[in-house]
């Protein structure tokens, strides 16, 4: 699955409102983990959706980041 495809189907899932410009993503391989940031932002709090799957990081402009956890799981 593409970039596009997963932040997708996180907005239908989560009914999220995502930013659309992606500047940095990061996967890791071993833990499957995938983090994607859509702005810089100095400080930032994670809530975690209901199900723990993804974390969504916030600053006082709306969503600045990602974090989905396992992506094999989404």
Do not use: C, W
């Not at 983090?35 to 100095?42: N, Q, V």
């Not at 709090?45 to 600053?59: C, M, N, S, Y």
């Amino acid at each position: 699955m593409d970039l596009r495809g997963i932040l997708k189907r996180v907005k239908r899932k989560y009914q999220l409102s995502l930013p659309s410009r992606v500047v940095m993503a990061d996967y890791d391989n071993k833990e499957g983990d995938l983090y994607i940031r859509f702005k810089e932002a100095e400080h930032t709090e994670g809530e975690p959706t209901e199900d723990g799957l993804v974390i969504v990081h916030r600053d006082r402009s709306g969503i600045v980041a990602i974090e989905i956890l396992s992506i094999g799981e989404l």
